[in-house]
């Protein structure tokens, strides 16, 4: 049994929690609980719980025993002395009401190939869980998960080195610090290349993250775990005071919140120049100010359509951005790879200058979004839909790349329009401007979309069927 199947497995338990009432990311959630006290079981690590509450224990004890037992366990490892258990188990608490499927959840985890598992990688097989999380419309949790090939592609273009620290101030559940860390396993033959000091770095101190709400911060601890990695893992806004620690990075690789910031809200830093509500454009100010200024810090960063017109603060923040960082390259990412339907997003590549004044001379941007099909169960993001934007983006002439997709402005060109980096969509035949307009007709792509998205939801219906034939139950 490979990884793939055991998720679906563990995907399909959700079942049984049904009649309790229990979300997607509650299951999420109670699955993390569980599967840290197997994985480190499986690990052999178990030394860092307390004997009582191991998985063994778990498993001896049935009914209402169980779930006293349960309860007890998540309140006292919430406050252990040993901070990777308290964090794991902050505030933790029980969804699942009946104990008899707290029960049947435990042993069905326990009857899995865990051999197999730990021979894929415990830190794949939750990653994979969390993806089918996102992947399920109805958890909530695909607004703001990237797609796992848009990360790596990111990365890739990006180009972490062994020494450098890297950072993701939004980092959700940790997936851009995880694939920088394995890029660079990868390069390294998981590290045993470099020497202890430098190896030591990297675990403890290259990859660092930030994340507002809670759960998801325990998620992207457990993420952290299972992949050996054990660099600063805050949980707090890093709009706040709180975020101040981060600065001085060379990397940052990060998808931030869409939105703005509310009343009742806390404070935003006041250590950004420009003050606005944009929680998206307040993004943008802590990252290229995070950034070192020495010719060499970079980021790649995931905005939506607004930061790139938005007038006011927003055009100063594109002007102080273009000032002190050389922002040589846009991506136009095509629609409905995020679960949250209808939103236009961007990836923007930029280097932080030595000087503050006059760094960006030339953005070339890349339109992966017209004329491209809609994006979903039926039709998932590949590497190869990437593949001509890459090649552009490595070029040692990006001015001889033939690609109608690939185009190229100027400062001068950029400043004339009020500073907007709105540019760099091409025409089609469904369209009734350059600017994108809306044609009053639908167009027989549209039609096809529309048909895909419907398409998608009947693949929902079927494999909510299937999950409940697979539990042995007949519902109506």
């Not at 409905?336 to 200058?353: D, P, S």
Request: with cysteine.
């Amino acid at each position: 049994m490979n990884n793939q199947e055991i998720v679906q497995k563990l995907w399909n338990l959700c079942n049984v929690l049904r009649d309790d009432g229990i979300t997607y990311q509650q299951y999420v959630t109670e699955l993390t609980y569980l599967l840290f006290l197997k994985m480190m079981k499986e690990q052999e690590t178990e030394g860092v719980i307390p004997e009582d509450y191991r998985w063994g224990e778990l498993l001896n004890k049935e009914g209402v025993e169980l779930k006293t037992y349960y309860q007890r366990l998540l309140l006292d490892l919430g406050s252990s002395d040993n901070e990777q258990l308290r964090l794991i188990y902050s505030d933790a608490s029980t969804n699942i009401a009946e104990p008899k499927n707290l029960e049947k959840i435990i042993k069905s985890i326990d009857a899995l190939d865990w051999y197999n598992a730990k021979e894929e990688g415990l830190g794949n097989l939750y990653e994979g869980l969390l993806e089918k999380n996102a992947s399920e419309k109805k958890s909530g949790a695909g607004q703001y998960f990237t797609p796992r090939v848009l990360i790596d592609v990111m990365v890739q273009l990006i180009d972490p080195k062994v020494g450098e620290r890297c950072n993701d101030p939004a980092c959700g559940t940790y997936g851009f610090m995880i694939s920088a860390d394995q890029y660079l396993k990868n390069k390294t033959d998981d590290y045993y290349d470099l020497d202890q000091q430098q190896a030591e770095f990297q675990k403890k101190e290259a990859f660092t993250g930030m994340e507002l709400v809670k759960d998801t911060h325990r998620l992207a601890l457990m993420n952290a775990l299972l992949h050996n990695m054990e660099g600063r893992l805050e949980q707090g806004d890093s709009l706040s005071g709180n975020g101040k620690w981060m600065k001085n990075f060379d990397v940052i690789l990060t998808n931030p919140p869409f939105g703005t910031k509310r009343g009742g809200e806390r404070v935003s830093r006041d250590d950004l120049t420009f003050e606005t509500s944009n929680k998206q454009l307040n993004f943008l100010q802590l990252i290229y100010n995070a950034l070192k200024d020495d010719g060499n810090a970079r980021a790649a960063v995931v905005l939506p359509d607004n930061v790139l017109f938005e007038s006011g603060i927003g055009s100063q923040i594109r002007r102080d951005l273009m000032n002190k960082c050389n922002l040589h390259t846009i991506l136009r990412l095509p629609t409905g790879i995020f679960y949250a339907q209808g939103v236009k997003t961007n990836v923007l590549f930029f280097t932080r200058e030595k000087t503050d004044q006059g760094n960006t001379k030339d953005v070339w941007v890349y339109d992966l979004r017209t004329n491209m099909s809609s994006f979903g169960k039926r039709n998932q993001l590949t590497m190869a839909h990437f593949e001509n934007f890459m090649k552009a983006y490595v070029a040692d002439d990006r001015s001889k790349v033939e690609d109608e997709r690939w185009n190229k402005f100027t400062r001068e060109d950029i400043a004339k329009k009020d500073d907007s980096l709105d540019i760099g969509l091409i025409a089609d035949e469904s369209l009734s401007s350059y600017e994108n307009l809306p044609d009053p007709i639908e167009s027989t792509e549209e039609a096809i979309i529309k048909l895909q998205q419907a398409m998608d939801l009947l693949s929902e219906v079927v494999e909510e069927l299937r999950a409940v034939e697979d539990d042995g139950v007949v519902k109506q």
